[in-house]
């Protein structure tokens, strides 16, 4: 609401620096893996880094051209961790693994996704027109891997992958960032009517039914089709997702309330229907009690052997390629954390916690910024996905929490986390560079203004067509 | 690898997490830089510094502020009916649940929102039809709304009075 004075300021070449900064991380990480294994410096390295190097400064190009005035912090954070992730994994390939080489290509896809994002949406209000359609098309990723045929199967005891071609998908991965674009789509429009209508019960006022009904959909698809798919990590991720968003939207500290008593109460009630779901806690309470370390399914060792590794490292780490992480299972992608610490010793980790931090402080602070209220929860919604990712994941690594099956952001091995990550981050650069571009002032339904020589107004920094809008709006 | 000696290897591992830190410390420098200009825009007043060099900065002395009271309609099938204002926001539209609902075939069923922000209201409109008008200028984005400036909805035209 309050008009800012100070012209805006571009700061591309700042990124470009950060980036060169964030590019000598991912390159140092590699190339201490490589001395420290038997190989050195080989083709490989350079191929890889060469490739990191070149898909980086063309997402920076890409900035320049067409979000001029998007944060100049976000990039070079996730090109840092992302480079540090590809290292790490590499690192952990024996020979004849694959997994580096897949996780660089994914990464380039992953790239070139977001970039496309970017180039061809160019301005994220449009995404509020496709409240529904999210909606609908969430529903349909999460069911995917229900459907046999192009179901991959229970993997690890989840049904949450698909299988395309040659490689597996985890649609719901995807279905985070739609869901996001839902709420915040309703939420923007409907948010008067959740927080004025409705009876009042003792100091609580109740909502609607019927100005709730599609959120309550919304939470049913998510939680529903993931006790069916047994993937507790996601349906924690989106069940926070939605309470944060509905938050955001009435500013009633009752949702965060009831939201915490639900998530306590629905873990208690699948602990005890589900087996998985008992073992995970029994793995947490007891982690280290002989029989439910070795216990073959669902023991604690992950963890443990986690936990000693961290030790292991201390307070400065073994130093990348040094540690023994190949103790740990699933030390590329669950794990990795744990392989962090080991290596990089508790510096190092505090070093990635930061660098998440920074990129959510960054995600919020285009929140705050951008002055549609669409955007303001679309923003807020996907950095506080990635915040709640990074908890569940650490605080799973370092026992605070029962360890789930989320994935790291950026770092962990995983083609369909990576890709849905990158997209976040173009939706966030887009919503940060129309937060802090100069004044845009074309209208958030498409409309064109009525008079458009507005004195004391400047001209959208992105080049919004003023074509005719695409959608009619309804009259109700 | 023999052909790298240990101190080397170590200098490396602990220049790596330098190398990490020097990176944190490069962004939180470059974001400093933002958290100046949130300053600036919140306050949009001159610092005492800027107004001991420059002494036409200095701000007179704002004037009174009246507050808005009442919400009154002034054309329209609903002329002459007031709404007393209180510190929720009010929803203009056709639709029941509205908080003045509007018997204008020209107003969308929740066709704006009149919310307060400080000490001033503020009119957004909800993507209506035939839009909102503002002193005749068509609101693309939420804008203050100052005493007496008449708001118009369809063929209802509303003001704010104290």
Known sequence: MIQTDTSPKPRRNVELVLIVLALAVGVGASALVSINSDVGLDRDFWFQSSLLAVAAFAFHMVLRLRAKYADPVILPIVVALNGLGLALIHRMDGPGDDTGNNQLRWTLIAMAVSIAVIWFLKDHRILRRFTYISLAVSAFLLLLPLIPGISAGEILGARVWIRVGPMTFQPGEIAKITLAIFFAGYLSSNRDLILLAGRKIGPMQFPRFKDLGPMITAWLVSIGVLVFQRDLGSSILFFGLFIVMIYVATSRISWVVIGLLLILGGGFIASQIFSHVAFRIDSWINAFTPEVFGRSPGGSGQIVEGLFGMADGGLVGTGLGQGRPDLVPFANSDMIVALIGEELGLIGLFAVVMLYLLLFTRGFRAALGTRDAFGKLLACGLSFAIALQCFVVIGGVTRLIPLTGLTTPFLAAGGSSLLANWIIVGLLLMISNTARGPVDTTPMVGKPPASSSTPGTRKPATGQTPSAPTEAVKQQ | ?162
């Open chain 2, 1 to 162: 690898m023999n052909d790298i000696s240990e101190l080397t290897i170590t200098a490396l591992r602990f220049g790596f997490l330098l190398l990490l830190w020097v990176l944190i410390f490069s962004i939180v420098t470059t974001m400093r830089r933002d958290l100046q200009i949130g300053r600036k825009a919140v306050t949009g007043a001159p610092t005492a510094r800027e107004v001991r060099k420059h002494p036409e900065l200095a701000a007179s002395p704002p004037p009174a502020i009246q507050h808005a009271r009442t919400l009154v309609v002034t054309e329209g099938p609903l002329k002459g009916t007031t709404v007393p204002l209180a510190a929720s926001p009010i929803l203009l539209g056709r639709a029941q649940e509205a908080t003045l609902v509007l018997e204008d075939d020209y107003a969308s069923g929740r066709h704006a929102r009149l919310f307060p922000q400080g000490s001033r209201w503020f009119i957004e409109d909800l993507g209506s039809t035939n839009g909102t008008y503002l002193a005749d200028q068509q609101l693309t984005r939420a804008l203050p709304v100052e005493l007496g400036v008449p708001v118009r909805i369809g063929k209802t035209v509303i003001e704010l009075r104290p």
